[in-house]
């Protein structure tokens, strides 16, 4: 299957610093990438939509001013959570969304946990 | 209406044994059901998926079972192995657009020996 690489699995950064997370599309163009927050033992929620060459489209809520998503390329999204405070700490996943002729799949990102002190 | 309802929250299933998990849906425009395997730590990895216009799709020891008048579907693990423990996640979207995931809320799956 297609894969997607995530980086870093992990950062510990203290409050008030901003955090660049990076999802790349390693064998396939990803015109759409998603960006996700999961907290322990819960559910993924959808944080925005990011569209290679256009702005993100934010879900209700999520604060675009500190959660910047550029996806300045078909194949790399980032996601930048600018000054983080420890609320901001959670489990953050991207995807990519695949197209194999009239089929579309979704490929995840291995996660990268973000602890801020 | 972008609801997608799963259960049970967790379970624990002995080795060779199936294990079943459901899910409900409510928005008639979905027309694409995932679903997602996630161990600790990882991202979900794509198990499995079906469209409405079947029934029942199978691949190795996982089957889906899909009812679309009831809007309900479900994964069957046959002869489920200790590896399998991880948690599991279905979803739907509806194609077309961004193909935005709506995500069940996860069953964590034990597989004893």
Known sequence: GAVVSQHPSWVICKSGTSVKIECRSLDFQATTMFWYRQFPKQSLMLMATSNEGSKATYEQGVEKDKF?????????????????????????????????????????????????L | QQQVKQSPQSLIVQKGGISIINCAYENTAFDYFPWYQQFPGKGPALLIAIRPDVSEKKEGRFTISFNKSAKQFSLHIMDSQPGDSATYFCAASSTGGYQKVTFGTGTKLQVIP
């Open chain 1, 68 to 116: 910047l998503i550029n996806h300045a390329s078909l194949t790399l999204s980032t996601l930048t959570v600018t000054s983080a405070h420890p609320e901001d700490s959670s489990f953050y996943i991207c995807s990519a969304r695949y197209r194999d002729g009239p089929n579309e799949k979704l490929f995840f990102g291995s996660g990268t946990q973000l602890s801020v």
